[in-house]
């Protein structure tokens, strides 16, 4: 055995937690001063980590500590929540959910007029002949960003009718309603309602055929 | 309809009194669980977090915990092993928390504002072996650890110690064998 196998087997050994080595390490370790002297070594190591351990752990109990676990168990004990039956959560849960529905639908309500700062004026009536009014272009300028959403437009008077046009469509529309007193056909069909499709009900009957008479075919061979 | 009401109204006393000798059977059984497993409690925290008012917290809120589950718990004689188990969670959480908690205060304080050791049991177990011995603790890993702390406790065989943990003699030698080794090397 050599001084390294005796003193990888001395570290075995005490942290087996057995302080004899076996025979072989204690013949290696008589003669070799630098194993003996590694055996002490490690012996006081694993003495100190044992009291370390243990003076570490082996504290005194406090002695609030029973008495406060029953105090806190107690406190568990007592009835804390027989003032809210077993329903009382449900009924919370529904009413806090119909509190939350009802704030959407208020807010859904008022957003409209809202919005109406953001719309701008697509067109006016078609009566007042006038174009509509439209946010001055630089030329030669980028169009201004499109919407995909129609725009309503506002309403100058109660008795106008509303037209909605599509943010990309404005400016033709424009053109469009300049010209419509030129072409006095086409305002005139703005002006009426568009006339209902209406189909003829149709007429089921039965199917009359005339009686068949049978004829033999002529000029046929006869067996 | 007077008797049925009368009836109906005798079985909920009759089942009320009898849950409420239940739970007092199960307090009474805790309770004389406790005088024998609340000193354990507190050595497991104390061997974790090495400071006695949080350990008294910790086995505390162990004790609390395994009172409120204690009917759940199918098998009686394993409760010493149940509350081991959750104490030394609750404990590591407990330190895991106090080391961010010290990380982040550390990086915010200059060192001269470091709070110094408060009492004399603090300044003996700040002592540098002691510290040492107990960032040596720290890095070994859980299963190692707990079986470290279980077997210095007075008073706990080697046998009781793989009683609470569930596990053989051999594999609590095996694991004591490797704690005590890898201690000794980074003692060294």
């Not at chain 2, 009759?14 to 849950?19: C, D, L, T």
């Not at chain 2, 409760?79 to 030394?88: K, P, Q, S």
């Not at chain 2, 407990?94 to 050791?117: F, G, K, N």
Request: with cysteine; net charge positive; proline share 7%.
């Amino acid at each position: 055995m050599n001084c390294k196998q005796c003193q990888e087997q001395i570290r075995k050994t005490l942290a087996a937690g057995s302080e004899l080595p076996t025979a072989e390490v204690f013949a290696h370790q008589s003669s070799c001063p630098l194993c003996s002297e590694f055996y002490d070594a490690q012996l006081n190591l694993f003495q100190a980590v044992d009291a370390g351990l243990r003076s570490l752990v082996n504290h005194p109990v406090p002695p609030s500590l029973l008495p406060g676990v029953c105090a806190r168990m107690d406190e568990k004990n007592l009835p804390q929540r027989d003032w809210i039956p077993g329903w009382g959560y449900a009924a919370v849960a529904a009413a806090a959910i119909l509190a939350v529905s009802v704030v959407f639908a208020l807010r859904r309500q008022v957003s409209p007029p809202s919005l109406q700062g953001n719309t701008t004026v697509a067109s006016r009536s078609v009566a007042n002949r006038h174009p509509a009014t439209q946010p001055p272009r630089k030329p030669g300028g980028v169009a201004p960003t499109t919407r995909v959403k129609p725009v309503v437009a506002a309403v100058s008077s109660a008795a106008a009718p509303e037209v909605i046009v599509l943010a990309e469509e404005r400016q033709a529309f424009a053109e469009f309603v300049a010209e419509v007193p030129e072409r006095r056909e086409v305002a005139l069909a703005l002006t009426q309602p568009a006339q209902a499709a209406t189909d003829a009900p149709v007429e089921i009957a039965f199917l009359q055929i005339k009686e068949v008479e049978v004829k033999p075919l002529e000029g046929t061979p006869r067996e | 309809m007077q008797e049925l009401v009368l009836i109906q109204s005798g079985r909920t006393l009759e089942r009320e009194s009898a849950r409420e000798i239940a739970r007092s059977r199960l307090n009474h059984e805790f309770e004389c669980r406790l005088a024998e497993c609340g000193p354990l409690a507190f050595r497991i925290a104390q061997g974790v977090l090495r400071n006695s008012a949080d350990a008294e917290d910790v086995a505390q809120e162990a004790l609390l915990r395994a009172f409120q589950k204690f009917d759940r718990l199918q098998d009686v004689t394993r409760f010493r092993a149940w509350l081991v188990r959750i104490t030394f969670r609750l404990a590591l959480d407990r330190w895991r928390s106090a080391r961010r908690r010290e990380r982040r205060e550390t990086e915010w304080s200059r060192p001269e504002q470091r709070r110094a050791p408060a009492s004399t049991e603090e300044i003996v177990a700040s002592s540098e072996f002691q510290g040492r011995l107990e960032r040596a603790l720290e890095g070994l890993p859980e299963k190692l650890r707990l079986v470290l702390i279980l077997a210095a406790i007075q008073g706990y065989a080697l046998e009781e110690v793989a009683d609470m943990l569930g596990v053989p003699i051999g594999t609590v030698k095996s694991r004591l064998f490797f704690a005590r080794k890898q201690l000794a090397e980074k003692l060294r």
